[in-house]
């Protein structure tokens, strides 16, 4: 099994990769008993699994970032997206998205923010660490799928490129290798992807609409 | 056309509305409402029956934390406003969040007697809440045992 491994995925006879529509498997970070409730539903809402913890230390106890073994180490419960609050006692989601963006492990899981206050400086910091997006609370379903699909549309494009680039037997399952993507020595890469489409974010004030 | 049916929805959808338009609700009880079906009908209920409980504890503390006006420990305040802010924006109770910014200047001025008149403001709020939604429920379940849908109801 591939160290890193954020999909496995069909590959059709024929040749084309597309996305057969896999689960996605999402940890949901949030300290609020209310938060972590309306945020499952809303993902479950829009086909994805959902693991929901308490806070960020069990996320990482989740992952197995805390130097045990983590739940998600087995293959089925791998998990393709975390979304966390920013605000949580303890380890803040700032501070997760770090770590996680430290480990050669768990860094190209994609991490959204989440924050009921709209402070510029906030989000630039996340996603200056790597955060795929940004979403200002409360959360609606229109943005849950706009993440769903961002995400999609991102692994599909991964994809698109290791298939380029491995040769494969068609009909053998693929696993996403991220050492096989473009290399990943500084978070500056193109791992980041193009800043205006991918890093939409939800912004009251639309200081970025000229990027949407 | 059953009519028992019929009235019930339409006291169901004339309720509703008044909620919102007398400030209880916002939009975000409007998105909850859309993650709620069939398989799931008592999703708002139970989401929201959270927030009630998470209200009296938050409650229950910041008032512990005020008790004593030569001591009043103002950041543990301050974090009890801020969580039950973002609880009640997560719902849609609009007039419970409302008091949490007042609340809140009042906390960021350690303002105690502020800080007391807000929490009772936010006690009596959230309560109130808690009975208009039970009568809410109540006239939901009345139309599902009467053998109607609950109506989708379009707030402007």
Same mark, same amino acid.
């Given at each position: 099994m591939a160290v890193g491994e954020v999909m496995r995925m069909e590959v059709p006879t024929g040749g084309d990769l597309t996305v057969s529509s896999p689960d996605l498997h999402v940890l949901a970070v949030d300290d609020s008993i209310v938060d972590r409730k309306v945020i499952e539903r809303l993902l479950r809402i829009s086909s994805?699994?959902?693991?929901?913890?308490?806070?960020?230390?069990?996320?990482?106890?989740?992952?197995?970032?805390?130097?045990?073994?983590?739940?998600?180490?087995?293959?089925?419960?791998?998990?393709?997206?975390?979304?966390?609050?920013?605000?949580?006692?303890?380890?803040?989601?700032?501070?997760?998205?770090?770590?996680?963006?430290?480990?050669?492990?768990?860094?190209?899981?994609?991490?959204?923010?989440?924050?009921?206050?709209?402070?510029?400086?906030?989000?630039?910091?996340c996603l200056k660490e790597g955060a795929e997006d940004f979403l200002l609370k409360p959360v609606k379903l229109a943005d849950v799928k706009r993440i769903k699909q961002l995400i999609m549309r991102n692994e599909a494009e991964d994809h698109k490129t290791l298939s380029h680039s491995n040769k494969r037997k068609l009909g053998e399952d693929v696993d996403a290798s991220p050492s096989s993507s473009s290399s990943s020595s500084s978070h500056d890469d193109s791992s980041v992807k193009d800043f205006p489409s991918s890093k939409r974010m939800k912004s009251e004030s639309d200081i970025f609409s000229p990027f949407i | 056309?059953?009519?028992?049916?019929?009235?019930?929805?339409?006291?169901?959808?004339?309720?509703?509305? *008044? /909620?919102?338009?007398?400030?209880?609700? &916002?939009?975000?009880?409007?998105?909850?409402?859309?993650? @709620?079906?069939? !398989?799931?009908?008592d999703f708002v209920a139970?989401?929201?029956?959270?927030?009630?409980d998470d209200c009296s504890k938050l409650i229950?503390?910041?008032?512990? *934390? /005020?008790?004593?006006?030569?001591?009043? &420990?103002?950041?543990?305040?301050?974090?009890?406003?801020? @969580?039950?802010? !973002?609880?009640?924006?997560?719902?849609?109770a609009r007039r419970v969040k409302n008091v949490c910014i007042s609340f809140k200047e009042c906390c960021d001025v350690q303002n105690r007697e502020g800080c007391l008149r807000c929490l009772q403001q936010v006690d009596y709020e959230y309560k109130m809440l808690k009975t208009k939604l039970q009568d809410l429920f109540n006239l939901e379940q009345q139309i599902v045992q009467a053998g109607g849908a609950i109506p989708q109801v379009n707030i402007n």
């Open positions: 994805c699994k959902v693991t929901t913890v308490e806070s960020g230390t069990r996320a990482l106890q989740y992952l197995g970032l805390d130097g045990n073994t983590g739940a998600s180490d087995l293959k089925d419960l791998k998990v393709n997206l975390i979304v966390t609050d920013y605000s949580m006692p303890g380890l803040t989601g700032y501070d997760l998205l770090k770590k996680i963006k430290e480990s050669s492990t768990f860094r190209e899981i994609p991490v959204v923010i989440m924050s009921s206050e709209n402070i510029l400086t906030r989000i630039e910091q | 056309m059953n009519t028992v049916v019929a009235q019930l929805q339409r006291q169901f959808q004339d309720y509703l509305v *008044s /909620l919102y338009q007398q400030g209880f609700l &916002d939009n975000q009880f409007t998105e909850l409402r859309k993650l @709620q079906d069939e !398989g799931t009908p139970e989401v929201v029956s959270l927030f009630f229950n503390s910041m008032s512990r *934390s /005020l008790e004593r006006p030569e001591n009043v &420990d103002f950041k543990q305040v301050d974090s009890g406003v801020h @969580q039950l802010k !973002g609880s009640s924006s997560s719902v849609g």
